[in-house]
């Protein structure tokens, strides 16, 4: 597949943040910015009890509202957590999966979110699977390594057709939250040792279909010089997503960018 072919992708990650009538403010306050940019798939993630409001603000428009997190199991003794099934009644499409956040706070492993990526894909919905390095493993000059073992942990047991509906994001540790950016290289080897594991695994033409973005302080300082990298498909972002004129930047200056380079 022509990379130039991969549809460009603006996700944003609302973590904790917006109660239901603030999402439902950020969406009608957003919808004006991205109207008719249709070359891309803009999507945000939100938290669960905003997911209702934010879609309800969101219709009839270009954007399309996802969740945080999915419970691997279908049903059962799981106090506080949410199904697949749950959520595609609902009407959600999309689903962050593996985010360092439930990583780090919440004991997440490269087993359970490949349980999580099994459960919602056969529910039929899409998955924005996380991977990244911590600023240890950096150090060590280990990245490529991680993000490969990650990639075959996470994705075990998953079929190349299933990897349709999988979009990768990467996301150094180190660098969420934290003002620290990689660099536009760092970022390109990081995904193009991706696309290497899923050659590998798979086959050339999964390695070139599964769009792979970038995630770690993105702003509009940044966004167009990771954009332009050949491997680079688009953003997951975090504190920029919760700003209206930030955002719109960012989507503005990825877009045109990607108009004219790929």
């Known amino acids: ?50 997911i209702a409001a934010a879609q309800a603000a969101a219709e009839g428009s270009n954007i399309k509202i996802g969740a945080e997190n999915v419970h691997f199991a279908e049903k059962g003794a799981y106090t506080g957590e949410v199904s697949a099934q749950m959520l595609t009644a609902c009407g959600v499409e999309y689903v962050i999966i593996g985010h360092s956040e439930r990583r780090q706070y919440f004991g997440e492993t490269d087993e359970t979110v490949n349980l999580r990526t099994k459960a919602a894909l056969a529910a039929g919905m899409k998955v924005i699977l996380c991977l990244g390095e911590v600023k240890e493993q950096r150090l060590s000059g280990i990245t490529d390594e991680v993000v490969a073992m990650q990639t075959k942990l996470d994705l075990a047991g998953i079929s190349a057709e299933d990897l349709k509906n999988v979009i990768i994001a990467y996301e150094p540790v180190w660098a969420i939250g934290t003002g620290m950016v990689a660099t536009p290289q760092s ?64 989507c503005t200056l990825t877009l045109a960018t990607t108009s004219s380079h790929k």
């Open 187 to 250: 970022a390109q080897d990081a995904a193009q040792a991706f696309r290497e594991h899923l050659r590998a695994t798979f086959n050339e033409h999964v390695a070139q279909a599964v769009r792979v973005l970038y995630g770690g302080s993105v702003s509009s300082k940044n966004a167009v010089e990771l954009i332009t990298e050949p491997d680079v498909d688009g953003f997951l972002i975090g504190g920029a997503a919760l700003d209206v004129d930030e955002l719109t930047r960012v």
């Open 1 to 50: 597949m022509n990379p130039s072919k991969r549809r460009t992708v603006i996700a944003g990650n609302w973590k904790m943040n917006f109660t239901p009538a603030e999402a439902t403010a950020f969406i009608n306050a957003i919808k004006p910015m991205v109207a008719g940019k249709d070359n891309c798939d803009i999507i945000f993630c939100a938290p669960y009890v905003t």
